[in-house]
C-alpha cells in the first residue's frame, strides 16, 4: 500500500488525519491498521505517533486488529434497540455462527455494534461496510447476507 499516495490526497494532510486513516484502513485486507502504518502516517505527516495511537484510540470506526472483508455495524442506540435490535444481533450472530466483536473463520464477516447510525426512521438499522439497512426483520437479514456470501464466493 501507498501510503504516502494515499496522504498526498488530502490537501492539507494535517487536517484530515481521520480521512487518511480510514481510506488507509479501507485499502488493508482484513481492514485494520498495523504498526507500520501508524509509524508510517507519524512519518510522513509529521505528527506525534502517540496522537495518532490517541485518534485510532478513541474512533470505533478504527480497528487495530485483524477483521474481516464486510464489517456489519448493528445499531443498539434505543430507537433501534426498541424495534427489535437484539433480535437482529442474535438472527445475525446464528447465521454468521459467530458472536459480537468476532470474525467469521473465513474472514469474510466481522459483526460490531454501533451507536445511532442516523436513520432511525427505518430501525432496526445495521450498515455493512458504507451501505445502509434498515426495516431489518429476520427473513431481510438472512436475504442481505446470503447477497453477500454469493458476492464473496
Ligand atoms: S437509533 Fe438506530 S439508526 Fe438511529
Not at 486513516?21 to 505528527?47: F, G, P, S
Not at 437482529?88 to 450472530?93: F, P, S
Request: glycine share 6%; net charge negative.
Amino acid at each position: 500500500m501507498d501510503i504516502k499516495a494515499i496522504i498526498s490526497k488530502y490537501d492539507p494532510p494535517e487536517e484530515n488525519l481521520i480521512p487518511i486513516l480510514h481510506d488507509i484502513q479501507e485499502a488493508t485486507e482484513l481492514k485494520y491498521l498495523k504498526d507500520e502504518d501508524l509509524v508510517a502516517v507519524a512519518d510522513y505527516m509529521n505528527i506525534p505517533l502517540s496522537e495518532i495511537h490517541g485518534t485510532v484510540t478513541f474512533y470505533s470506526m478504527f480497528s487495530r486488529t485483524p477483521r474481516g472483508r464486510h464489517i456489519i455495524r448493528v445499531c443498539e442506540s434505543a430507537p433501534c434497540h426498541l424495534m427489535g435490535a437484539t433480535t437482529i444481533i442474535q438472527a445475525l450472530e446464528a447465521i454468521l455462527g459467530i458472536k459480537v466483536g468476532e470474525t467469521t473463520k473465513d474472514k469474510n464477516f466481522t459483526l460490531e455494534l454501533t451507536a445511532c447510525l442516523g436513520i432511525c426512521a427505518v430501525a432496526p438499522a445495521m450498515m455493512i461496510d458504507s451501505e445502509m439497512h434498515g426495516n431489518l426483520t429476520l427473513e431481510k437479514v438472512k436475504e442481505i447476507i446470503d447477497g453477500y456470501r454469493k458476492e464473496v464466493s
